[in-house]
């Protein structure tokens, strides 16, 4: 199917435990996200890549790796899960809008953590 | 730090009614996006505009910018249930690709 695909929707771990949760898009876009939401936060951007093997911080990146070796994934790794990561997680990719040249971000349904 | 701040955070309407929606920003911008996220689900884009544009129309969807108070609107006429949801306003600066989103406004519209 087309589209962005997260997995998995709903994790519990527990408190260090590495988590990965995965994201995939089908339209080979360059650029790709991940943003946490969080109740009074709004969207905070975690990390992003812009093409297969660039990726760089966002304005939350503490206790999170990404990795990009295929434009189509782009793993968000949690090295050692703690509470404060409790949190839904939104991958997004980006296209250009033709007219405009500016990005607009597509988001996946979200994968829910609870780190107990 | 947010770059966006939603006004009101709540609001609540009857079907038929228009909804307004605020957003107040703190750097100059390339662009502005209104986005919709529904209950449980990931956002959807609604309306982009353009630092150089003042007012922009889709549908029921009405947006205004004003860059010299670093604000922007979103109007939704003739409001819906099915436009129950939280609406995020994002900014881009610069020549970059992130959006920074706001905290979001929740909008109820009951029948």
């Known amino acids: 199917d087309a589209g962005i695909t997260q997995s998995p929707r709903y994790k519990i771990t527990e408190t260090g435990r590495q988590v990965t949760l995965m994201c995939h898009q089908t339209?080979?876009?360059?650029?790709m996200f991940w943003y946490r939401q969080d109740l009074g936060h709004g969207l905070r951007l975690i990390y992003y890549?812009?093409?297969?093997?660039?990726?760089d911080k966002g304005e939350v990146p503490d206790g999170y790796v990404v990795s990009r070796s295929k434009t189509e994934n782009f793993p968000l790794t949690l090295e050692s899960a703690t509470r404060s990561q409790t949190s839904v997680y939104f991958c997004?990719?980006?296209?250009?809008?033709?007219?405009?040249?500016?990005?607009?971000?597509?988001f996946g349904a979200g994968s829910r953590l609870t780190v107990l | 730090s947010q770059q966006g701040e939603e006004d009101p955070q709540a609001l609540s309407i009857q079907e038929g009614e228009n909804a307004t929606m605020n957003c107040s920003y703190k750097?100059?911008?390339?662009?502005l996006q209104w986005y919709r996220q529904n209950s449980g689900r990931g956002l959807v884009h609604l309306i982009l505009?353009?630092?150089?544009?003042r007012e922009k129309h889709s549908g029921r969807l009405r947006v205004t910018l004003d860059t010299s108070k670093k604000s922007s609107s979103l109007l939704i006429t003739a409001s819906r249930a099915a436009d129950t949801a939280s609406y995020f306003c994002?900014?881009?600066?610069?020549?970059?690709?992130?959006?920074?989103f706001g905290t979001g406004t929740q909008l109820k519209v009951e029948l």
């Open positions: 997004a990719s980006s296209a250009k809008v033709r007219t405009s040249g500016a990005n607009v971000l597509t």
């Open positions: 890549s812009a093409a297969a093997d660039i990726t």
């Open positions: 994002a900014t881009v600066t610069g020549g970059g690709n992130k959006l920074t």
């Open positions: 505009i353009r630092s150089n544009e």
């Open positions: 750097t100059s911008i390339n662009n």
């Open positions: 339209w080979s876009h360059s650029y």
